[in-house]
């Protein structure tokens, strides 16, 4: 699985803008309706539930908000967590170490922090389908807010058309998370 990556045509682009939940603002009210456990997707939503006093089951940061490096102030707030790993993943893909690391995490006794040497943007689709059901995953949605997306039914099947349709070797990607 090491070598597997997707890559996003520009034709899903459009869809992946419509976000996959309801927006929040406020950290504490997100996680007032979110349920265990939960996975977080970005620096900023990572940073703001750690502001709210809430560790994420897993995080998965790459020291970038919309294309430029984040704050200090945000970089240097996240940690505590049990774990910490490291893995490869360009902007623009779902790679198998991506996949890997996340599974790894979320079997794990504690917490985990999956810092990204490329970019994560992409990993709250993964991360739906890799979550109990009815877990939650938060990703930021740029200059709207936090995306609270609860692991169902109808979320699931969404991820799985949308990773269905990028390029590359989705079955196995899908297999992998199954």
């Not at 504490?28 to 900023?44: F, M, N, R, S």
Request: hydrophobic letters at 45%; one cysteine or more.
């Amino acid at each position: 699985m090491s070598s597997l990556r997707l890559d996003l045509p520009s034709s899903l682009r459009h869809e992946l803008k419509e976000p996959l939940g309801p927006i929040y603002t406020d950290a504490d009210a997100l996680l007032a309706d979110a349920t265990e456990p939960v996975v977080a997707v970005g620096d900023i939503v990572t940073y703001h539930l750690l502001e709210a006093g809430y560790t994420p089951a897993v995080a998965l940061v790459d020291d970038r908000t919309k294309r430029a490096a984040v704050d200090p102030e945000v970089r240097d707030a996240v940690g505590g967590f049990d774990h910490c790993w490291t893995v490869d993943n360009p902007a623009g893909t779902i790679t198998g170490p991506l996949i890997g690391a996340l599974s790894r995490g979320l079997g794990e006794d504690g917490t985990t922090l999956i810092r990204v040497d490329g970019e994560e943007d992409l990993a709250a689709l993964p991360a739906v389908l890799a979550v109990p059901e009815g877990a939650s995953v938060v990703y930021g949605q740029p200059d709207e807010g936090m995306v609270l997306v609860t692991a169902d039914a109808a979320a699931r099947e969404r991820c799985r058309d949308l990773i269905g349709r990028m390029d590359g070797p989705a079955d196995e990607l899908l297999a992998a998370l199954s």
